[in-house]
């Protein structure tokens, strides 16, 4: 009976000690699977870390790229910026010369102007008296043009070269124009016919009475009727009122330059 109680409380201290054994074990278990939820914890922390420090390298990888593109294109715009300035430093030179040689030039060009416009005022009168009150009249306009101190020295320039170059025109135009010339002591109304510089004829309205400019004596000289029609048909081409044909006109011999 003893021997049955011990092998009972033998069992029971087994019991006890695989119990508390296995309590152990389980307790070791447990430190372990902390421990290493733990280490992933802090494992997956510093993963977290490394991603966030990763992902801020990139940024600041792609922002030093778009950086360096940038310069490399202030370093291409400055090299253009720079031929720009010689360029303009240049120019701003040349300027500054021309602005100095103004006054040289003014007090060349006018009176240069003051001769053109005597010369073409010599020229006017001397000319075959076409449009002479139109181109005396522009003569005039040119005088005093010069003397006003509100037009440049440029614009004086250009007003009287572009008066010679009317002047220069006249010789390759054909122009018809009404004008009152005096005949046989008597004031009549006449047609003008102006060819160039080589012919300039009149004739009345009722066209019994036709003459042509005689340069050489400097005086309006009578011409036969054969010449009536053929002034008259002048005239109307003139006013383009006929087709160009060909016409037999009384025309002052070539004078010898």
């Known amino acids: 009976m003893r021997v049955k109680h011990k092998a009972v409380f033998l069992f029971s201290a087994l019991g006890a000690i695989f119990t508390a054994k296995m309590a152990a074990g389980q307790q070791a ?15 997956q922390g510093q993963q977290d870390q490394i991603d966030e420090i990763v992902t801020e390298t990139r940024s600041l990888a792609e922002e030093f790229r778009g950086v360096m593109k940038e310069v490399d294109g202030l370093i291409v715009y400055n090299t253009l910026l720079d031929r720009q300035i010689v360029d303009q430093e240049q120019v701003l030179a040349n300027l500054r010369t021309s602005i100095d040689q103004v006054q040289i030039i003014e007090r060349q060009i006018l009176p240069l102007l003051t001769r053109m416009i005597d010369g073409l005022d010599r020229f006017v009168a001397l000319d075959v008296p076409f449009l002479l009150d139109e181109r005396t009249a522009r003569v005039e306009s040119l005088t005093a ?7 440049t020295a440029a614009e004086k320039f250009r007003v009287v070269m572009e008066a010679w170059q009317i002047e220069n025109d006249y010789a390759r ?11 046989d002591g008597t004031t009549r109304e006449v047609d003008v016919l102006q060819i160039g510089r080589i012919a300039l004829l009149y004739q009345t309205a009722d066209g019994a009475q036709s003459g042509a400019w005689d340069q050489r ?11 009536r029609n053929p002034i008259r048909q002048g005239l109307r081409l003139a006013r383009n ?8 006109l009384p025309l002052a011999p070539p004078e010898e330059g």
């Open 241 to 248: 009122q006929v087709a160009p044909d060909l016409l037999l």
């Open 173 to 183: 135009t054909i122009f018809a124009y009404t004008d009152e010339l005096s005949i």
């Open 217 to 227: 004596n400097r005086t309006w000289v009578p011409v036969g009727n054969e010449f």
């Open 145 to 151: 043009l010069l003397g006003r101190a509100d037009v």
């Open 29 to 43: 278990v447990d430190e372990l699977v902390t421990a290493e939820n733990l280490r992933i914890q802090v494992a």
